[in-house]
């Protein structure tokens, strides 16, 4: 295993040259919000890279962030040459490292608990909550989270769904959103059990991956509030419809009910105006969820809605002018957030396309 040093934000890194020891350079986005949010985050404390790998987002971490301490784990015995290249290249004394199990590393730490847990597995984090929760801060921990199982929860693969996360999943027009709010659903779930909520703070779907940060909250009243709200969405195939807690009929047939998912916001916008971009690309990425940070709606796809609905409603900035409040998202080029009713929104359309004639 031949080691190359290649650097990354402002760190230098020992990766593989044949990718014995797991390291994907197409995360690095992933690793550069990770940095954003700790550098915003109020409490610095312990961090965890359960399943660091080479130990990438850990090492980067350390190094670009005021964290106090990072501990490295990964089962892959070829993994520690890679993390111990790296402490020494960027001159790091706050890292530690394990080869552990990332579950019985986390239970290790139920009494012991981490300020900020990273859960980012090659495939689905869903075996990884349960212990993650148990082994962070009850008050003002952060847990993020990666799946990159996207086909799961954006409905692809509707019984790996049901089996992982306990949902219905069904392929929709907002898919990626789905699968994102799925995911924050079933990880708040899984907290309520111990009484603690965890409420979404930053979220996004990037290429092959869904990434969201969760913060902690502690108390029955506090998980009970966040249970409320996760519950299911209804949706028309035919007109394309989304509604919370929708049931009935639409367009002459019943609405399709799926979920649960999180209802409720993905973004803290205080958090968000807090972070510092490393990277041109994180920093067009949180323009964009800072834009569409008060909307809960699952975006709608224009480019769907017209040929749903035979129109054809021109530029994105009229409609959403002409909607007043309303924004871009990062979920789709094609895509538009809002509140408005959905009637409301198809009859701003067919308006927009009149305007044009």
């Given at each position: 295993m031949?080691?190359?040093i290649?650097?990354?934000?402002k760190?230098?890194l ?15 986005l992933?690793?550069?919000i990770?940095?954003?949010i ?7 404390g312990?961090?965890?890279?359960t399943?660091?790998g080479i130990?990438?987002?850990?090492i ?18 070829h993994a520690q040459?890679f993390m111990k290249?790296?402490i ?7 890292v530690s ?9 986390l ?7 981490f ?9 689905s ?5 349960d212990?993650?929760?148990r ?10 989270v990666t799946a990159?199982d996207?086909g ?12 992982k996360?306990g ?13 994102v ?6 990880c ?6 111990y009484d603690i909520?965890?409420?979404p ?6 290429r ?7 913060k902690?909250?502690?108390g ?7 249970m ?13 419809m ?28 205080k958090?968000v105006?807090?972070m510092?971009?490393?990277s041109?690309e994180?920093e067009?990425?949180?323009m ?7 909307f ?11 040929k749903?609905?035979?129109?054809k ?6 409609i ?6 309303a924004s ?5 080029n ?10 409301t929104?198809i ?9 044009q004639?």
């Amino acid at each position: 295993m031949r080691p190359l040093i290649i650097t990354e934000g402002k760190t230098k890194l020992s990766v593989p040259e044949h990718n014995e020891v797991f390291f994907n350079p197409q995360m690095k986005l992933n690793r550069d919000i990770t940095i954003s949010i700790v550098n915003a985050w109020p409490k610095k404390g312990a961090f965890c890279d359960t399943l660091s790998g080479i130990g990438a987002k850990g090492i980067r971490v350390a190094n670009e962030t005021d964290i106090e301490h990072v501990l490295l784990n990964d089962l892959n015995p070829h993994a520690q040459r890679f993390m111990k290249k790296s402490i020494t290249l960027n001159n790091l004394d706050n890292v530690s490292i394990e080869k552990k199990d990332a579950n019985i590393l986390l239970s290790e730490h139920k009494y012991d608990k981490f300020d900020i847990i990273d859960i980012d597995p090659f495939g689905s984090p869903a075996q990884f909550i349960d212990s993650a929760i148990r082994a962070i801060l009850p008050k003002n921990g952060l847990l993020c989270v990666t799946a990159t199982d996207t086909g799961a929860l954006c409905g692809s693969f509707q019984n790996a769904a049901l089996r992982k996360y306990g949902i219905k999943a069904k392929k929709t027009t907002f898919y990626n959103e789905f699968g994102v709010r799925a995911l924050v659903g079933f990880c708040v779930r899984e907290a309520a059990k111990y009484d603690i909520a965890l409420i979404p703070v930053f979220s996004h779907a990037t290429r092959h991956y869904y990434r969201v940060f969760l913060k902690t909250e502690r108390g029955r009243t506090a998980a009970t509030k966040a249970m409320k709200m996760v519950g299911h969405i209804g949706y028309c195939y035919t007109c394309d419809m989304r509604k919370y807690n929708h049931t009935g009929k639409c367009c002459n047939r019943d609405v399709e009910v799926l979920g649960p998912i999180w209802q409720g916001k993905i973004y803290d916008k205080k958090l968000v105006r807090k972070m510092e971009p490393v990277s041109s690309e994180a920093e067009k990425l949180i323009m964009l969820c800072t834009e569409e940070s008060e909307f809960v709606t699952p975006y709608y796809n224009i480019h769907a809605i017209e040929k749903k609905h035979k129109i054809k409603a021109g530029s994105f900035k009229k409609i959403i002018a002409s909607l007043g409040k309303a924004s871009r998202t990062h979920f789709s080029n094609f895509g538009i957030k809002t509140d408005a009713p959905f009637r409301t929104f198809i009859r701003t359309l067919f308006q927009q396309q009149q305007q044009q004639r």
